[in-house]
């Protein structure tokens, strides 16, 4: 790491394709928007000689090159993978967005990585989300380390921010969070504001000065090192404590000097088992500088302390009929076992996969098998094909470098996989395999479109399919009911970004309309219809007369058809053509346009014509009748009812269920969850939960997460359903 008393060798640059999976390290970003994550690649990547100055790769590219939303706020919504050349090692460094709509990207960075730097800033702390995804992170142990940003800043302090990170993230152990550095100051300025301009390594007590904008080493003064003292002794001990040497507390305490190279053996094992989590600091390179304050301690913890790809389990892999298979962990001669973790679109190379390979070796122009898990609730096929893998590339920025392989352990991009989709297994074609999904976060705020022209409508179909193919975290439906074509999303920039992405690369303009939720009609009480169709206007006439009864059944019963007629009244030919005249009137709805449910009708009497009744004839005087027999009748409006969880920091319970209960909601319970969090259970009407999504985090402030699932049908007050019916009458 950057604390060991030797000097990196100079071999640095652009990543190539790596020949063994302990040559490879995969990282990725963590942090909320603005925390500077997006800066401190470029930094790395300046530092480690990929790019010629900040931002800008070495054949004119950029390295932020990622989907932004014009009419708002600048903010990266897309996950990005910039390879590096670091002491012999390639560092994968995956860029996540910070925003919140955004997790279905920072998902699939935590798939295709094996540690997580959390990127903290020190002028804006911790924030609920960053804690959440560090739970998830902790729950797999995924090896951790912290980096505070925003050094800058006239309100920044490390040792502040280093408590905060350590009550945030060390809620077990408080003393696994700690700093391996310090941060040196400079001369204040005429603000009272002492910049940052280097950095004294707690272990080595070796200072790394950053003030000329090359890393230099040097011996700290004599009057800096009671500074750090209380410090590093910390640091020590929190070592030695994940220590597997159980000799070693006995002997530090006892007086004895542990030697440096075992400290920071001892600090790198317990890093890569997810037990011990630096914290480091870091500053982008000012202009004309080559290296940013840090980034060389960041590259050197990365290649020392973070995990190689064959220190990750072996995924649960199966064959695409469910049987188990087992799959040896990352060796580049095994089976092939490879994973889709994003799609993109490319205006000129088309469909582009980022891929990472668990087992086997990926080649150019080789025949794959692809397996689709399907995910048909969210718009996505089901699909089992054989695919020829196009060109494998590494990405930075717009420029694409062509790799001859990529090996287990390594990530690479695909070209012209048409076929597979975000989160898809690709394995031989004569061994095909299925890798266990991950987890995606259930889109929950939807989004009504409709094409804004002919020329649209005809583009829309294909333009959606492409969109919920990129992204699995999107949910198409088609709601039969309602009649429109929804979008659930995460949220409101997430919508954002669809609409736009509909726009600019599919060329489809979409219209957005108000959203519907699928209400149903029912009789309250027991009614009685005749429906009678007579026509004699010359020629062949029409007669038809039916008799019905309807009476109201439980909730979810459906429609229930019972024939009672006596004596023939009613041809038996006819009887089913009465009954598929009411079902016909009860999907259109008798008050307000919605379907009809919950009743039974019998079908008491009628009568027919010898030569002029027809099954045409019944349809409609079946429908007649239920039509009189709902003028006589109270019928009520059903809304769907959702049962509602929400996982909420005790600190908002009591404004969380008050909000439940404006929503005319029922709170039926609550349970005391880990982490000082609370989980609620409500049942709350659909139509107040529309903007749920984006409600609930405004509430919060990002720190609750709800799920909601279909319960039932109930009436709606009536002062809503009346309304409805005025409303359904207007249109009318």
């Known amino acids: 790491m950057g604390d060991k008393a030797n000097a990196h060798p100079g071999a640095a640059g652009r990543a190539t394709a790596a020949d063994h999976p302990a040559s490879v390290r995969n990282v990725v970003l963590v942090g909320h928007s603005g925390s500077g994550k997006t800066t401190l690649v470029e930094a790395l990547a300046l530092t480690a000689g990929a790019v010629n100055r900040a931002g800008r790769v070495e054949d004119g590219g950029t390295v932020s090159d990622y989907d932004e939303i014009e009419h708002r706020q600048q903010r990266s919504v897309q996950l990005s993978l910039v390879p590096v050349d670091w002491d012999g090692y390639k560092i994968n460094i995956l860029d996540t967005p910070g925003y919140a709509d955004f997790v279905g990207e920072l998902r699939a960075g935590l798939r295709a990585a094996d540690?997580?730097?959390?990127?903290?800033?020190?002028?804006?702390?911790?924030?609920?989300?960053?804690?959440?995804?560090?739970?998830?992170?902790?729950?797999?142990?995924?090896?951790?380390?912290?980096?505070?940003?925003?050094?800058?800043?006239?309100?920044?302090?490390?040792?502040?921010?280093?408590?905060?990170?350590?009550?945030?993230?060390?809620?077990?152990?408080?003393?696994?969070?700690?700093p391996l550095y310090l941060p040196l100051h400079g001369e204040q300025g005429p603000d009272g504001h002492a910049p940052v301009t280097g950095l004294i390594g707690l272990l080595s007590q070796r200072?790394?000065?950053?003030?000329?904008?090359?890393?230099?080493?040097?011996?700290?003064?004599?009057?800096?090192?009671?500074?750090?003292?209380?410090?590093?002794?910390?640091?020590?001990?929190?070592?030695?404590?994940?220590?597997?040497?159980?000799?070693?507390?006995?002997?530090?305490?006892?007086?004895e000097e542990i030697d440096?190279?075992?400290?920071?053996?001892?600090?790198?094992?317990?890093?890569?088992?997810?037990t011990f989590f630096p914290v480091l600091a870091a500053a982008p390179a000012a202009d004309g500088a080559r290296q940013g304050l840090g980034t060389v301690e960041l590259l050197e913890l990365v290649t020392g302390g973070f995990p190689t790809p064959l220190e990750r389990e072996a995924p649960t892999v199966t064959t695409p009929d469910g049987r188990a298979r087992q799959v040896s962990a990352c060796d580049p001669d095994g089976p092939l076992v490879a994973e889709v973790v994003k799609t993109a679109s490319d205006p000129y190379v088309g469909r582009v996969s980022l891929v990472r390979v668990f087992s086997?070796?990926?080649?150019?122009?080789?025949?794959?098998?692809?397996?689709?898990?399907?995910?048909?609730?969210?718009?996505?096929?089901?699909?089992?094909?054989?695919?020829?893998?196009?060109?494998?590339?590494?990405?930075f920025g717009k420029q694409q470098r062509a790799l001859t392989h990529c090996i287990a352990g390594d990530l690479a991009c695909v070209a012209k996989l048409n076929r597979a989709e975000t989160g898809d297994t690709l394995s031989?074609?004569?061994?095909?395999?299925?890798?266990?999904?991950?987890?995606?976060?259930?889109?929950?705020?939807?989004?009504a479109i409709q094409a804004h022209s002919k020329a649209d409508e005809d583009k829309l179909s294909q333009g959606l399919g492409r969109l919920v193919a990129e992204d699995p975290t999107m949910r198409l439906e088609q709601n039969p009911n309602t009649h429109q074509v929804v979008l659930w999303c995460l949220g409101e920039a997430h919508a954002d970004v669809a609409l736009e992405r509909l726009r600019s690369r599919y060329g489809v303009q979409v219209d957005v309309i108000p959203y519907k939720v699928s209400l149903r009609e029912t009789f309250a009480d027991k009614a009685a219809g005749r429906g009678r169709h007579v026509k004699q206007s010359g020629g062949h006439g029409q007669y038809a007369i039916c008799e019905i009864e309807v009476e109201p059944l439980p909730n979810g019963s459906g429609i229930e058809f019972v024939d009672k007629v006596v004596g023939g009244a009613v041809p038996r030919q006819f009887i089913p053509s009465v009954e598929k005249g009411v079902r016909a009137q009860a999907a259109r709805g008798v008050a307000a346009g919605h379907p009809l449910n919950d009743i039974r009708i019998t079908l008491l009497d009628g009568k027919a014509h010898s030569v002029d009744s027809s099954d045409a004839a019944f349809q409609t005087a079946g429908a007649l009748a239920l039509r009189e027999a709902a003028a006589?009748?109270?019928?009520?409006?059903?809304?769907?009812?959702?049962?509602?969880?929400?996982?909420?920091?005790?600190?908002?319970?009591?404004?969380?269920?008050?909000?439940?209960?404006?929503?005319?909601?029922?709170?039926?319970?609550?349970?005391?969850?880990?982490?000082?969090?609370?989980?609620?259970?409500?049942?709350?009407?659909?139509?107040?939960?529309?903007r749920y999504a984006v409600d609930l985090r405004s509430l919060s402030h990002g720190t609750a997460r709800f799920s909601r699932s279909y319960a039932r049908h109930e009436p709606m007050p009536p002062q809503i359903a009346e309304r409805i019916r005025e409303q359904a009458r207007d249109a009318s």
């Open 115 to 178: 540690a997580a730097l959390f990127v903290v800033s020190a002028s804006d702390g911790v924030d609920g989300s960053t804690r959440m995804v560090w739970e998830e992170c902790a729950a797999v142990g995924m090896p951790r380390a912290i980096v505070v940003t925003h050094l800058e800043s006239a309100r920044a302090d490390f040792d502040e921010m280093t408590r905060i990170c350590a009550e945030a993230f060390g809620a077990d152990d408080p003393d696994a969070v700690l």
């Open 207 to 255: 200072l790394f000065d950053y003030s000329s904008g090359e890393r230099k080493e040097a011996e700290p003064g004599a009057e800096q090192l009671p500074l750090i003292e209380e410090a590093r002794n910390r640091l020590i001990e929190g070592i030695i404590a994940e220590s597997e040497d159980e000799t070693l507390m006995d002997r530090y305490l006892g007086g």
């Open 260 to 274: 440096l190279k075992t400290l920071v053996q001892d600090l790198e094992r317990a890093v890569a088992r997810g």
């Open 360 to 395: 086997g070796t990926l080649r150019p122009d080789e025949t794959v098998h692809v397996s689709g898990h399907g995910l048909t609730d969210r718009g996505h096929e089901d699909h089992d094909v054989d695919e020829r893998v196009g060109a494998l590339s590494a990405p």
């Open 428 to 447: 031989a074609k004569d061994d095909p395999l299925l890798m266990e999904p991950w987890q995606m976060p259930d889109p929950l705020l939807p989004l």
């Open 632 to 690: 006589d009748a109270r019928i009520h409006l059903l809304e769907p009812v959702a049962e509602v969880t929400v996982m909420v920091g005790d600190d908002y319970v009591g404004a969380v269920m008050s909000d439940l209960s404006g929503r005319r909601g029922r709170v039926v319970g609550t349970e005391q969850a880990r982490g000082g969090r609370t989980l609620v259970r409500a049942e709350v009407p659909e139509i107040e939960i529309g």
